[in-house]
């Protein structure tokens, strides 16, 4: 991983918080959650470890995130293409259908 914004937001994490896994390409959609578990936090790559968890039920499209007003200011929806982004308590709770 070598975007700046993205690495910055995985040194940000702490063990045991929430994730959001979601497929880019053609499904462009938030398709289940994890727990992040720890891992190394190099400068230039760092990796995690993350804990199974479970799929989405209905799961979200780019297309329903962009159209809440919750995500107006969310680098998932202003910033493509970053494979880490911060979600709010609120935003995580919508997406996972909790």
């Known amino acids: 991983m ?5 690495v910055k ?3 940000e994490m702490k063990p045991g918080e929430r994730l959001v896994i979601y497929h880019t390409g053609d499904e462009k959609s938030a ?3 994890r727990r992040w578990c720890g891992g190394s936090k190099r400068p230039q790559n760092p990796q995690v470890k993350i804990k199974v968890g ?3 039920a209905k ?3 780019l297309a329903e995130i962009k159209a809440r007003a919750a995500f107006a200011e969310s680098p998932l929806v202003r910033q ?3 494979s880490v982004v911060p979600l709010t308590g609120a935003q995580y709770a919508w997406v996972v259908g909790e």
């Open 9 to 11: 937001h995985l040194r």
């Open 31 to 33: 398709v289940g959650r």
């Open 2 to 6: 070598t975007n700046p914004a993205a």
């Open 54 to 56: 479970k799929a989405i």
């Open 80 to 82: 493509g293409r970053l």
């Open 59 to 61: 799961p979200k499209t």
